[in-house]
């Protein structure tokens, strides 16, 4: 049967089918109780992904991802044209929201094996007026945190850790340790559908261990107020509701068993593509020390990135999906385009491409896959 499947990068319906009693009684459930907005799931959810995150981070539910990377810069109240520092080579999200909040973003090279930000050039960017060093975990595994950790420390500087792409991910340093999200000053999530932990809509998350900013991230969350109708700041309306709350309970219950099943399907891809890596044809992505790896991509690098295309339409004639992410670093798009130049990050935007590996990906339809790469460089 799974070989007239067709492949996809993300398959939410195969998904659905797995848990579908499950989801459909949580549902259900909400649907019978009325309390859409807020209702009692919401907390048993923060409280259970509080349990399963540790560290003592509390988890405030947000309406997105991107709205949970705008609280946490709201929540710490930086001056105007403060600078924060991030990484080129990632989604879009984080810089728009440092310029929505009147932010400069300083954008930092990445390092060309594991795709994270580079932490050898992170000090070289501090100025004065620099308050943030934002990290993305990016594609499913931790950026260097003893490195940022201790540079944030020596200069002052806040630590916002956007975990999108890496909920479970554990890093586990010398001076440092825990999941993606839990180690900064405050951590962000997106329960995005084709996140590793997705819900049926949008849905975010932010992390902190400071009790004080839970609940000013709370509060700013819901219009500024503590108590209804009385507004401690001008916040914004960004909830998570209650339908996604209960859905995100029955998902995190099998978050575990996913990333198992996308850590085995890396494993296959490895086995099955090393002799491209000796032939010099790709890239495997490299496995960032201290880290482990959820693997939300599989992301490899072509040697030669003018055959990327060729090699996405071969694979897609073939029925197989791939994907870019991502074709721009941040410094050379139109909305936030600055003159500099950071080479690494250019580079990889020519030359990585993402393959299925989501944890429905069957076995014979990965083989499928790999037979196909093997072909396309056979000949090319
Ligand atoms: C998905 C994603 C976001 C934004 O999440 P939304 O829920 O779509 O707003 C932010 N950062 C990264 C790295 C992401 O992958």
Redesign the pocket.
């Known amino acids: 049967m799974d070989e007239n499947q067709a492949i996809m990068m993300v398959d939410l319906v195969k998904q659905y089918h797995r848990l579908e009693s499950e989801i459909d009684a949580a549902m259900k459930q909400v649907l019978h109780q009325g309390n859409f907005i807020q209702g009692k799931e919401v907390r048993l959810f923060e409280r259970e992904l509080a349990a399963y995150m540790g560290n003592s981070a509390e988890v405030i539910g947000c309406g ?6 705008q609280l946490a810069f709201m929540a710490l109240d930086l001056p105007k044209n403060a600078e924060v520092i991030l990484p080129a080579f ?2 879009a ?2 810089a728009e929201v440092v310029l929505l909040l009147g932010l400069k973003p300083v954008f930092v090279d990445v390092d060309r094996n594991t795709y994270l930000i580079d932490c050898a050039l992170i000090e070289r960017a501090i100025t004065v007026n620099t308050k943030v060093i934002a990290v ?1 975990h ?1 594609f499913g595994q931790m950026a260097n945190m003893d490195a940022v950790m201790g540079i944030a420390k020596k200069h002052n500087l806040y630590v916002v850790e ?1 975990a ?2 890496a909920i479970g991910s554990y890093y586990s340093g010398e001076m440092v340790s825990g999941f993606a999200g839990s180690i900064g000053d405050v951590g ?1 999530t ?3 559908p084709s ?1 590793n932990l997705g819900c049926y809509g ?3 998350a932010v992390f902190t261990k400071n009790k004080d900013l839970a609940k000013k991230i709370a509060s700013l969350a819901n219009h500024g107020q503590n108590t209804k109708y009385y507004h401690e700041w001008v916040g914004i309306n960004s909830r998570l509701d209650t339908l996604q709350a209960a859905i995100l309970r029955v998902k995190l219950q099998h978050l575990q068993l996913f990333t198992e099943t996308r850590q085995n399907r890396a494993n296959v891809y490895r086995q099955g593509l090393q002799n491209l890596v000796e032939a010099g044809h790709i890239f495997l992505p490299e496995l960032a020390a201290n880290s482990t790896h959820v693997f939300h991509q599989f992301t490899l690098q072509l040697t030669a990135g003018e055959k990327r295309e060729a090699l996405r339409k071969f694979l897609l004639d073939n029925g197989i999906p791939s994907m870019v992410y991502y074709p721009l670093p941040l410094h050379h798009q139109n909305a936030y385009r600055q003159d500099v130049e950071l080479p690494v990050s250019e580079g990889l935007c020519e030359s990585v491409l993402s393959l299925p590996i989501c944890p429905e990906l069957s076995i014979e339809n990965q083989q499928r896959i790999i037979e196909k790469m093997q072909l396309f460089f056979a000949g090319n």
């Open positions: 997105n991802g991107t709205d949970a990377l990632t989604y999200a984080l993305v990016l956007d999108a792409q962000t997106s329960f995005f996140k949008d849905g975010g």
